[in-house]
């Protein structure tokens, strides 16, 4: 397939087909609400200098226990867009919906695991560490905060760490004690940004794996940002393709028939490579309009 034929069609053979965006996109059945839409989002941040527009009109929709990607270069976005979604950052344009109800700012719904290593309060144990925004949160009390706190650390094979503190543990040990913490929330939405990013290549390998299974397990709706092709292949079943900045919606494909098992075949290795032809085609007119 030529570089051509994609900008053309903004599509893969099947099954990694890519839903075409803007005014001719297909409206979604009424039968499959989304879970999560973000409608025409476009995302701003100040400089000294001046206003920078980090993404441009984005949309997307996100359903029940989808685990999708938001790909791209850096400075594409996509973490804004997380924030975005989290509610952290108010759009400039166009607007989020969780459950059909704009989204106004951050909750419980919607939980975040960050890249960096020090997210956990370094005076609470691993245990209180996944019990605090329960408790906080008055979603339970603290008996059966605990209770739940446990059965997390259980599922991530960290349950005989609970009483020590996080200075004690490897970078890969206190992301899964993050990921128990967000997950014992109950979270309409798991957003992940860069969670593996800092980790080295076997225990980043080791954690996509430990995360597939808790998905298995738990069903979960998982929003996760990346700038590696490759993880966005093995973790996603649905990859949003960013353009570089600002970013927006080069395509959208359908990434389900792979998996951790699949890396290094062929048909990985082609998809890898069309995606990256695809996220850095060359800037057609409509895209430079935006940026002047």
């Given at each position: ?61 996100v359903h ?133 990013a800092a ?24 929003l996760f ?68």
């Amino acid at each position: 397939m030529t570089a051509a034929t994609l900008r053309t069609t903004r599509a893969f053979a099947p099954p990694h087909v890519a839903r075409p965006h803007g005014p001719s996109a297909p409206a979604a059945s009424a039968d499959f609400a989304a879970l999560l839409q973000v409608q025409g989002l476009s995302l701003e941040y100040a400089t000294a200098q001046r206003v920078v527009r980090a993404t441009h009109r984005v949309s997307f929709d996100v359903h029940e226990a989808d685990r999708f990607v938001l790909l791209g270069p850096s400075g594409c976005g996509k973490s804004t867009l997380l924030k975005a979604v989290g509610g952290f950052i108010a759009p400039v344009e166009g607007e989020v919906k969780l459950d059909g109800r704009a989204v106004r700012g951050p909750g419980p719904d919607r939980i975040v695991v960050f890249q960096e290593f020090d997210q956990l309060p370094p005076w609470k144990t691993v245990k209180e560490n996944v019990m605090f925004p329960l408790v906080a949160s008055r979603t339970l009390g603290r008996k059966e905060a605990a209770e739940r706190a446990l059965h997390w650390l259980d599922r991530v094979g960290l349950a005989r760490f609970a009483d020590v503190h996080p200075h004690q543990l490897s970078g890969g040990m206190k992301q899964r004690v993050a990921i128990a913490r967000a997950l014992a929330m109950q979270p309409r939405v798991l957003l992940m940004d860069e969670p593996f990013a800092a980790l080295d290549a076997l225990t980043r390998r080791k954690m996509q794996e430990e995360l597939l299974a808790l998905w298995e397990e738990a069903r979960f709706t998982l929003l996760f940002v990346t700038h590696s092709i490759e993880e966005a292949l093995v973790v996603g079943n649905r990859i949003a393709l960013l353009s570089p900045h600002p970013g927006r919606m080069r395509a959208e494909i359908n990434s389900h028939d792979f998996g951790l098992a699949s890396q290094g075949s062929a048909q990985f290795q082609a998809a890898a490579q069309r995606i990256h032809d695809l996220l850095f085609e060359p800037e057609t007119a409509a895209d430079a309009q935006v940026q002047s």
